[in-house]
């Protein structure tokens, strides 16, 4: 009897042991939600509501500066920019849970980082990285472990079927729209120089990725 109470004290401890190892991950909302930026308060914070307008709620408390969030593919994490650990107007990225909690800095060494967007598969992001030879369009795994530069430019957006990333060349005086094939690194400019527009902005990809809207 002893022997069988003692394997059931070691069962049960194996149990709780294993249980305490399972990694616990943020869950997804159920229903779906709008996260977006407000000054409300006189300070920019992130809140999230319902497609409706209803059931606002505040997810960031800090008295920096945050803003741009943007969701992950599978709902599960929030990227947004903050000056939160940097001087004012230098930002970088950070990662929260859709409740607002484990609020972390992608990066370990913080840099002026902005304008971030997620790869299709969510494992990768584009963002842009300002220094002090100009501004320059990075990507990274979402660990923060693998940060690579790619193109001279900004304001990045990636295709929905992973392969191009299109952004802006020739900030902020002549911006023009480039596209970049991720694979292979080679760029494409719109249009021939004759009537190519003098000012380009906010490019969009359509579902299908077959077609940009722009400004």
């Not at 803003?67 to 939160?84: H, K, M, N, Y």
């Not at 484990?102 to 598969?121: E, H, I, L, Q, Y």
């Amino acid at each position: 009897m002893k022997r069988l109470f003692s394997l059931f004290v070691c069962f049960t401890g194996l149990t709780v042991f294993i249980t305490a190892m399972d990694p616990i991950f943020a869950k997804a909302p159920t229903t779906a939600k709008i996260v977006f930026t407000s000054a409300r308060d006189n300070n920019r914070e992130i809140y999230i509501m319902n497609p409706d307008g209803s059931g606002q709620v505040r997810l960031t408390h800090h008295r920096a500066d945050d803003a741009v969030p943007t969701w992950s593919p599978t709902g599960e994490q929030i990227l947004f920019a903050s000056d939160r650990d940097r001087f004012p107007l230098s930002r970088d990225l950070y990662l929260m849970d859709p409740d607002g909690k484990n609020v972390r800095r992608v990066f370990g060494k913080s840099k002026d980082r902005s304008s971030a967007v997620w790869s299709p598969d969510g494992k990768q992001i584009a963002y842009r990285r300002r220094e002090p030879s100009g501004s320059f369009v990075y990507i990274a795994t979402i660990d923060g472990k693998n940060e690579e530069k790619i193109a001279f430019g900004g304001s990045p957006t990636w295709s929905p079927d992973g392969e191009e990333i299109a952004f802006l060349t020739g900030w902020p005086e002549h911006m023009q729209i480039t596209i970049l094939n991720v694979n292979t690194r080679k760029q494409k400019v719109f249009f021939p120089k004759p009537v190519r527009p003098s000012w380009m902005t906010s490019p969009a990809w359509s579902p299908s990725g077959n077609k940009i809207a722009f400004t």
